[in-house]
T-cell receptor, first 113, second 113 residues
Framework: DTEVTQTPKHLVMGMTNKKSLKCEQHMGHRAMYWYKQKAKKPPELMFVYSYEKLSINESVPSRFSPECPNSSLLNLHLHALQPEDSALYLC????????????FGDGTRLSIL | AQSVTQPDIHITVSEGASLELRCNYSYGATPYLFWYVQSPGQGLQLLLKYFSGDTLVQGIKGFEAEFKRSQSSFNLRKPSVHWSDAAEYFCAVFTGGGNKLTFGTGTQLKVEL
């Protein structure tokens, strides 16, 4: 059983919709991450939060908007997405931002119509 | 820049046979290295990690890996493969001063019964 919980597991949305992905962990980790994974490819880092503050943004388009309301929760707000944004979105957490193993959730499978 | 390379895209082994998945790293100092496994439709599970010390690292599910500085390698091994080991395996290294996890391209393992 994963200790990082992501909801929903699947999401289908139109290009004009607004939706949010949610990630939760109760391991006391202070670093949280969003990754994007296309089929047959490795995960690619999108955002990193450390102590609820955005630490790294890997030049992600503004149609993706992350939010970390507290140390256990991480959201990814989606708006006006493109078909090429269809992918598996993975959340991860680690004890600290530097040199600590990351623990992944099972992901949200996102499809853009 | 620090990176990892997984030379084998696909590997097929018979159940009960031994397994070795290759990973080569490019890094000046001692790298922090990981092996993750991803089953279809799921997130990534940490198998094992190497930070320093003993170069033979034991992980979960009967896996082990050996860090060889002279060969810049961190190969994953298992003495007897089970059908449930069929999955995608990713080698990864910390980059960006330890703030980013960079993955290899992955090796797809197929297990023949």
């Amino acid at each position: 059983d994963t200790e990082v919980t992501q909801t929903p597991k699947h999401l289908v949305m139109g290009m004009t919709n607004k939706k949010s992905l949610k990630c939760e962990q109760h391991m006391g980790h202070r670093a949280m991450y969003w990754y994007k994974q296309k089929a047959k490819k490795p995960p690619e880092l999108m955002f990193v939060y450390s102590y609820e503050k955005l630490s790294i943004n890997e030049s992600v388009p503004s149609r993706f908007s992350p939010e970390c309301p507290n140390s256990s929760l991480l959201n990814l707000h989606l708006h006006a997405l493109q078909p090429e944004d269809s992918a598996l979105y993975l959340c991860a957490s680690s004890l600290q931002i530097s040199n600590q193993p990351q623990h992944f959730g099972d992901g949200t499978r996102l499809s853009i119509l | 820049a620090q990176s990892v390379t997984q030379p084998d895209i696909h590997i097929t082994v018979s159940e009960g046979a031994s397994l070795e998945l290759r990973c080569n790293y490019s890094y000046g100092a001692t790298p922090y290295l990981f092996w993750y496994v991803q089953s279809p439709g799921q997130g990534l599970q940490l198998l094992l990690k190497y930070f320093s010390g003993d170069t033979l690292v034991q992980g979960i599910k009967g896996f082990e890996a050996e860090f060889k500085r002279s060969q810049s390698s961190f190969n994953l091994r298992k003495p007897s493969v089970h059908w449930s080991d069929a999955a995608e395996y990713f080698c990864a290294v910390f980059t960006g001063g330890g703030n980013k996890l960079t993955f290899g391209t992955g090796t797809q393992l197929k297990v023949e019964l």
